[in-house]
């Protein structure tokens, strides 16, 4: 395989060059000139842009020796807290990665494994790959190859598969259906159960769960993985071991306090949620409990009452502790008691005025510790104020 890295970036001088320029302008840089006759600008703002996206996304990577690739591998690659949270309790005999990218899923993952095949048909991210893992003492079997390509000719099996299929087509649209991506998950979820009973794949957090679950054979588990509140992904745990009627779903917002919160998908369908006016305390449920669906289940696993059948919002009189979610305690207030110039973190749910409607009606802005939580109840539209 020849390679597509030039050495030349790797030197001590341009090195130092780079780091010296994190904090520059990439836009005014590039139209400096090359200090170095065998490294273009182009190659010296790549690195710089990939140290800074590691800095927050991956800082293990920030040592000597790391090449970074292009920047929409930046993007696509998964961030360094996802990828330990995945590779939690996984180990085994051999790993197989079908979709290795920047191979930062791949480094976690395959981390408890005696043996390593990451495949990526993309030569020089495969070779920037490579020349990483020597760099941080890791091996692996690469393959430079088509994933479809791979699993007709392979006959090895393999403890666990793990992929990410491209969620983008060749317009870089982006595409939500099992059979819109690249690989076809439908199409190939036979052959990969013939050489491996644990595979996990990594989907948009916009999928939807009910489709997922009529579509993929096995499902044990599904995770949505939240980052600071933001749910960056949807995790599916298939497992040909046993036989699934239940799967359960587990909601995890990392970078944060919140704990984890777990249930099994269909007990959904058979809970039902209470309803009442605001009490003491207003909970909101993180952005990964949302996007599991489990609006009952909340209500009923913490005994708390739903203020809306579309609001998601719950009350209780007494505080509830380790709830999944921010905890307010809250009074009501009228519109009159709001004062021009005043600071809020404004929320607005199942209410008709987006946030920056409501400051311009009410002429208050973004700031301070109180919360204005603009909402409705069974009786009708209600503005919280949260007690400091």
């Given at each position: 395989m020849k390679t597509g890295i030039n050495p030349s970036i790797l030197t001590e001088e341009t090195q130092n060059y780079i780091?010296?320029?994190?904090?520059?302008?990439?836009?005014?840089?590039?139209?400096?000139?090359?200090?170095?006759?065998?490294?273009?600008?182009?190659?010296?703002?790549?690195?710089?842009?990939?140290?800074?996206?590691?800095?927050?996304?991956?800082?293990?990577?920030?040592?000597d020796g790391i090449i970074f690739p292009p920047n929409l591998n930046l993007e696509q690659a998964s961030s360094q807290s996802t990828a330990e949270f995945k590779a939690k309790n996984l180990k085994g005999k051999n790993f197989l990665?079908?979709?290795?990218?920047?191979?930062?899923?791949?480094y976690f993952l395959s981390q408890n494994f005696d043996q390593v095949t990451l495949?990526?048909?993309?030569?020089?991210?495969?070779?920037?790959?490579?020349?990483?893992?020597?760099?941080?003492?890791?091996?692996?079997?690469?393959?430079?190859?088509?994933?479809?390509?791979f699993l007709q000719r392979n006959s090895q099996k393999f403890h666990l598969i793990y992929l990410d299929p491209a969620r983008r087509d060749a317009q870089k649209n982006k595409k939500f259906l099992l059979e819109?991506?690249?690989?076809?998950?439908?199409?190939i979820q036979e052959k990969l159960g013939e050489i491996s009973d644990e595979i996990i794949?990594?989907?948009?957090?916009?999928?939807?769960?009910?489709?997922?679950?009529?579509?993929?054979?096995?499902?044990?588990?599904?995770?949505?993985?939240?980052?600071?509140?933001?749910?960056?992904?949807?995790?599916?745990?298939?497992?040909?071991?046993?036989?699934?009627?239940?799967?359960?779903?587990?909601?995890?917002?990392?970078?944060?306090?919140?704990?984890?919160?777990?249930?099994?998908f269909n007990d959904e369908k058979n809970a039902v949620a209470e309803y009442s006016d605001?009490?003491?305390?207003?909970?909101?449920?993180?952005?990964?409990?949302?996007?599991?669906?489990?609006?009952?289940?909340?209500?009923?696993?913490?005994?708390?009452?739903?203020?809306?059948?579309?609001?998601?919002?719950?009350?209780?009189?007494?505080?509830?502790?380790?709830?999944?979610g921010r905890v307010l305690e809250v009074d009501v207030t009228e519109p009159k008691q709001i004062l021009k110039g005043e600071k809020f973190n404004i929320i607005s749910k199942n209410y008709p005025l987006s946030p920056d409607e409501i400051k311009k009606k009410y002429k208050i802005s973004d700031?301070?510790?109180?919360?204005?939580?603009?909402?409705?109840?069974?009786?009708?539209?209600?503005?919280?104020?949260?007690?400091?």
């Open positions: 780091n010296a320029n994190l904090t520059a302008d990439l836009h005014s840089l590039l139209l400096k000139k090359s200090p170095f006759p065998d490294v273009s600008m182009h190659e010296i703002a790549q690195q710089i842009k990939g140290k800074k996206v590691a800095q927050k996304k991956f800082p293990f990577l920030l040592r990665d079908l979709t290795s990218g920047f191979g930062i899923d791949a495949v990526e048909q993309n030569t020089e991210l495969l070779e920037t790959v490579k020349h990483n893992w020597n760099v941080l003492g890791r091996k692996a079997h690469l393959i430079n190859e088509n994933l479809e390509d819109d991506l690249s690989p076809n998950l439908l199409e794949i990594k989907l948009s957090p916009l999928i939807d769960i009910s489709y997922l679950l009529s579509v993929v054979k096995n499902v044990s588990k599904i995770e949505i993985i939240a980052v600071k509140n933001e749910v960056k992904e949807l995790l599916v745990c298939i497992s040909r071991k046993n036989s699934h009627t239940d799967t359960e779903i587990k909601c995890v917002n990392l970078e944060s306090t919140d704990p984890d919160f777990v249930f099994v605001p009490q003491n305390f207003l909970y909101i449920p993180n952005n990964a409990v949302l996007k599991s669906g489990a609006f009952n289940t909340v209500a009923k696993n913490f005994k708390l009452l739903k203020l809306h059948a579309n609001t998601h919002f719950y009350t209780s009189d007494e505080v509830i502790e380790d709830f999944p700031g301070g510790k109180t919360y204005l939580i603009f909402t409705q109840t069974q009786k009708g539209r209600i503005i919280l104020r949260s007690v400091e």
